[in-house]
């Protein structure tokens, strides 16, 4: 192993994710393990360029594997993206003797850590902590699998009033960019429809089915929108189908940020675990610039650039499931 390596600092950027404090825990233990220093950084990037850096120890992280959110808390930095930021934050962890850096987020975390790494001699390893799971090179990411089951509670109780009232629901869910949440999420709820970012949406497809299901004697409906669909969201697209269709009472939910909440489920809370152990593995073998990941149950390293959701495509033939079970 890297003998060069003598510390390493944790961050957590961008939207926060349920079982990012378990991945914290886990580089910071791992590396205590491996006689390495381990320094938390609060605020993300911007705390970096501010010096908020602190030393941790293993009881920095008991008692945190179950809860959600990050104790490390999250910040979005403009500053980080300037080279007068880039060197304040370097000249920090210099000042502190971190030698290499664990960042916990998605892509934008990723191309920032990518930057940074090219300009200054400092080894960065990836930790995919987002909910949308629109990151290529693992399976899943941390938080996606506890947003997922928090939406399908929600629209089992939604679908319970839907039924109670004869009601037609579109259910917004997260996905700015990506529909990974909607889609799951609609097949696990039965959905009549799901409406995301990677698919062509169809007002008159919609209406159509629709008023098939109405001929079908079928009483309500919920129909899945990511907010990222290309009509703008579940309000515009309910709006748009009441001009067209009046056969239901309809309503607009907006799940919002509850999906970032809450305790990780166990699948997010061993994931976490497990990439944060192998990242810190990763930086004392020379790995540099990659993300550490989970794919056919196999640790993968892929390159910040390849990580990106950019590169990730929705399942097809999850998409024709959806609609052949939907009718």
């Known amino acids: 192993m890297s003998e060069e390596i003598r510390s390493i600092g944790v961050l957590t950027s961008g939207g926060d994710a349920p079982g990012m404090n378990a991945a914290i825990r886990a580089v910071v233990r791992s590396a205590l393990y ?57 000249e920090n962890l210099k000042k ?26 400092v080894r960065v390893v990836g930790i995919p902590g987002t909910i949308d799971n629109d990151l290529y090179g693992s399976d899943f990411t941390i938080g996606y699998d506890t947003a997922l089951n928090t939406v399908v509670e929600a629209v089992d109780k939604i679908r319970d009033t839907a ?58 409906g919920i129909i899945i929108v990511a907010e990222g669909d290309e009509l703008g969201g579940a309000y515009e697209v309910a709006r748009k189908v009441n001009e067209q269709f009046s056969g239901y009472s309809t309503r607009v939910t907006v799940l919002g940020h509850v999906q970032r909440g809450g305790s990780p489920t166990c699948m997010d ?4 675990s497990l990439l944060g152990f192998e990242s810190v593995k990763a930086i004392l073998n020379g790995q540099n610039n990659v993300m550490v990941g989970q794919v056919d149950k196999k640790i993968v390293y892929t390159p910040f650039a390849k990580a990106t959701k950019h590169n990730l495509t929705i399942n097809r033939n999850m998409l024709e499931m959806a609609r052949i079970l939907s009718l």
């Open 96 to 121: 502190a003797g971190i030698d290499a850096l664990v960042v916990i987020g998605g892509d934008g975390t990723f191309r920032g850590a990518e930057e940074f790494s090219n300009v200054y001699p």
């Open 269 to 272: 809370r061993v994931l976490a």
């Open 163 to 220: 039924g109670s009232h004869n009601r037609l629901f579109f259910i917004e869910v997260m996905g700015r960019d990506a529909g990974f949440i909607a889609l799951r999420s609609g097949i696990a709820t039965g959905a009549e429809d799901i409406l995301m970012p990677e698919t062509e949406t169809s007002i008159d497809e919609l209406v159509d089915k629709l008023r098939h299901n109405r001929r079908e004697s079928k009483t309500s």
């Open 34 to 90: 491996f006689k390495r220093k381990a320094f938390g950084i609060y605020r993300g990037y911007e705390g970096l360029i501010d010096g908020e850096i602190r030393e941790m120890d293993y009881p920095s992280v008991a008692k945190i594997i179950q809860r959600g959110g990050t104790i490390l808390q999250s910040a979005r930095s403009m500053r980080f993206k300037t080279p007068e930021g880039m060197k304040l934050a370097y």
